[in-house]
Nanobody, 117 residues
């Protein structure tokens, strides 16, 4: 059962931009803390950015000032605007939701982001 669907990944050159989207079912989105994770080959999956239901964002240090996480509760959609992309940003990016009511977690299928030199 697909509840989170990512899109917007692709192949870009260093310095370029991409915007990722995650569309969720309305039954979970507005009651969930949303986040973007990524996993590069041979590495552990890591948290990239998180946003509360009220729209308060937080980022890991390596993407601060380059990435912007946002959400549109009316559209049940979360976004990750990625600017000034670097080769080290190459990874599969995953949408994640954690319900505030009972902490149930959901994962999207992932979207590939590849940044070339």
């Amino acid at each position: 059962q697909v509840l989170l669907v990512e899109s917007g990944g692709g192949l870009v050159q260093a310095g370029g931009s991409l915007r990722l989207s995650c569309v969720s079912s309305g039954s979970i989105f507005n009651g969930a803390i949303m986040a973007w994770y990524r996993q590069a080959p041979g590495k552990e999956r890591e948290l990239v950015a998180i946003i509360t239901s009220g729209g308060i964002p937080n980022y890991i240090s390596s993407v601060k000032d380059r990435f912007t996480i946002s959400r549109d509760n009316a559209k049940n959609t979360m976004y990750l605007q990625m600017n000034s992309l670097k080769p080290e940003d190459t990874a599969v990016y995953y949408c994640h939701a954690r319900l505030m009511s009972n902490s149930t977690q959901y994962w999207g299928q992932g979207t590939q982001v590849t940044v070339s030199s």
